[in-house]
Every structure is written in C-alpha cells, then in structure tokens.
C-alpha cells in the first residue's frame, strides 16, 4: 500500500480561488517532490523540496517541506482553468534513492 | 528537444499474449525507472536502472515481468504472459544522475488486457 496520504482526494476550484493540498506520512522522508499529470500526459515535476522547513515558490505554486520531514504542502494561489488536473506528492526516504508517490489530489473546475 | 519516448502509446491485447513495452530515455541521462499507474494502487516504482545496470526491481509484481536495459537509449519492460489484472498505464522515467534529481517522465503506455 502507499506510504503517502494525500488529501483531499479530491477538489473544486472556482477561477481565482486559493488551493490547498497536502501529504502526510508516518515514515521520514528527505526529499518531497510535487508533480501535476494532465489527461494522456506523464507526471511532470513542479516543485522540489530539498531540506527540512524550506519554502519553495514557483510563480503561484508555493511548496512547504514539514518540519518532522513526515509532512508537505502544496499551495495554489489565485488559481487558472489550467491548474486542473491532477496533482501528486513524491517523497524519497533517506536510506533510499526511490521514489513514493502519494494517491493524488484531482483537482477540478466548478460548473 | 526530445523528452522520454514510449511506445506504444496504447495496446489491447488478449490475456496470454506477450506483450513488450520501449522506452528511448532523454538523450545524456543515466538513470531510467518503470512505473505502473493503476486507479486502485496509484503510480508504483517496478524497476530502476543506473547505467544500464538494474539498481531496484523489488517493485516488479511477480516473475512474468521482466525489463531489459542493452544500451544507454533503450529499454524494454515485458510481461509474458500477461493477465487482466496487468491493465494499467505504464510509464518511464529517466533522470540525469540519480532518483533524487528530476524525472522527466514520458507520455505512458495505456495496456488493455482482454
């Protein structure tokens, strides 16, 4: 089974509305990456989180690596139609040169 | 520039078959992964190559899998013989150096078994 709790599972966005999602473990992890994969499309990464604490931004995105190294986040502001799709945390443990991803967050678009 | 390449893009095959998966890495980079995608398990790490040289197959399901690296641009994955429960999309991954740095992953291939 998976190792990483994502949630939500899922979401509604309104155009301009701030995302949140986050991943949780009960194991360490020294590396948290973020990837968003859209329909027919491989995952591509957007963030990579490297250090305990640390604060990633890219362009909206902004990425939170847990203090306990046990937890991340991941933020959207003022979000965009193309921000759907769905979005993955990955982690690499210490002892381990492997990637664990978490079940995804879908986000989608309010009718 | 070329990012990972797949093929085929999608295969329908009848349980039984062979069925064989390639994967040309980004040229220059010396790590390549397999990942299965499924909606019940998520996205799950088969194998993993460093120069050609299997680091990790501990996420392979069972011995009717099997994957090949012979040269630097490419790679294989094969299932023989495959079954239902094999239906998934199957992704490659390659990455300059090491699974820490970035994976760039290619666009899948969507397996249907019959």
């Known amino acids: 089974g998976q190792q990483l709790n994502q949630s939500p599972q899922s979401m509604f966005i309104q155009e301009g509305e701030d995302v949140s999602m986050n991943c949780t473990s009960s194991?360490?992890?020294?590396?948290w990456l973020w990837y968003k994969q859209d329909p027919g499309e491989g995952p591509v990464l957007l963030i990579a989180?490297?250090?305990?604490?640390e604060l990633t931004s890219n362009g909206r995105l902004t990425a939170q690596f847990g203090i306990t190294r046990k937890d991340s986040f991941l933020n959207i502001s003022a979000s965009i139609p193309s921000d759907v799709g769905i979005y993955f945390c990955?982690?690499?443990?210490?002892?381990?040169?492997?990637?664990?991803f978490g079940g995804g967050t879908r986000v989608l678009v309010k009718p | 520039d070329a990012g990972v390449i797949q093929s085929p893009r999608h295969e329908v095959t009848e349980m039984g078959q062979e069925v064989t998966l390639r994967c040309k890495p980004i040229?220059?980079?010396?790590?390549l992964f397999w990942y299965r995608q499924t909606m019940m398990r998520g996205l799950e790490l088969l194998i993993y190559?460093?120069?050609?040289?299997?680091?990790?197959d501990s996420g392979m399901p069972e011995d009717r899998f099997s994957a090949k690296m012979p040269n630097a641009s490419f790679s294989t994955l094969k299932i023989q013989p495959s079954e239902p429960r094999d239906s998934a999309v199957y992704f490659c991954?390659?990455?300059?150096?090491?699974?820490?740095?970035?994976?760039?992953f290619g666009p899948g291939t969507r397996l249907l078994v019959l």
């Open positions: 989180l490297y250090k305990a604490g």
């Open positions: 991954a390659s990455s300059l150096r090491a699974a820490r740095e970035t994976q760039y």
């Open positions: 990955a982690g690499i443990k210490a002892a381990g040169n492997k990637l664990t």
């Open positions: 194991s360490i992890f020294n590396t």
């Open positions: 040229s220059g980079h010396n790590s």
């Open positions: 190559f460093n120069n050609n040289v299997p680091i990790d």
